[in-house]
């Protein structure tokens, strides 16, 4: 009997970092990294130092939580590597506050605001978040609107949206159009001929194999791509629950009230997921306080 080998989610947040964010795979992230933040190949990254926690065993089994990746470059810049599966519905807030306490988490006492170096957050989402523009890779930075003149480059945003690469009517070119394509669980000859022109997407590969033939990282990787499915799922409800008790307010008067009631239902089902009373109220938009009376 011929075993189908099973397809592993890259987008895992715990295989992304068994992958990108472990020492022995340095290589593997600055190539991704350079991809992203040296497409023309000048001032490209030759080392980065982790500064990433260990894998807390609990993280595995929360639905919630997420776990990226922290590095510090030889020029002192930091890099957060975030992987999100699910639309919150907090993009634009929560990579804004990882950036504020990254950034202002880095003076000690006594040094001076001269001293910060910048700070890059990178989100890789599986979902569509930027209607406005079809492009993959939005980078933001603090301009002036008329001049355009940057004001620093302190501060650096950028999304990386998976389902728009997913359009693409043409083989990747760029080295982080092949990325993407990896990280889009890209399989068969489409990803050998992308792997064989690109050492570290092969190594990245590679790893894969290894990750499947240890049994404690292939256990970890299914309990947590479970609780991944589990989240997404109740996410999922929670918002069709809510739209479907919202409809049932049929009347004009009835429709604020309805609205309310709806992301009221949600908070209850996001609350029994475990998820904090801050998140709860930018996903929903309801005061804080009324959610702190939902938990109890």
Known sequence: MVQVKKRINRMNDYVFKRIFGSEENKD???????????????????????????????????????????????????????VQVCNEGDNEPRPLFYWAKLFSGQLKSGQNYIDLKPTIIIAVLNYSFIEIHRNYHSCYRIYDENSKHVLTNLFELHFLELPKMKTLRKKPRTLLEKWLMYLCNTEGDAMQEIAKNESKIKKALTCEEIFRKVEKERLNYEMREKALLDY???????????????????????????????????AKNLLS???????????????????????G
Request: net charge negative; charged share 35%.
């Open 232 to 266: 997404s799922s109740a996410l999922a409800n929670a918002a069709r629950k809510g739209k479907e008790e919202g409809k049932e307010e049929g009347k004009e008067e009835g429709k604020e009230e309805g609205k309310e009631e709806r992301n009221i239902e949600i």
């Open 28 to 82: 593997i992230l600055i190539s991704f990294l350079n991809s992203i933040l040296a497409p023309d190949g000048k001032n490209q990254l030759t080392s980065i130092e982790l500064l990433n926690r260990e894998i807390d065993p609990e993280f595995i089994f929360d639905k919630s939580s997420r776990l990226d990746i922290l590095g510090k470059t030889d020029k002192d810049e930091l890099i957060n590597i975030e």
């Open 273 to 295: 997921m475990g998820l904090s009373v801050e998140k709860i109220s930018q996903a929903t938009g309801l005061n804080i306080e009324i959610i702190r009376k939902l938990k």
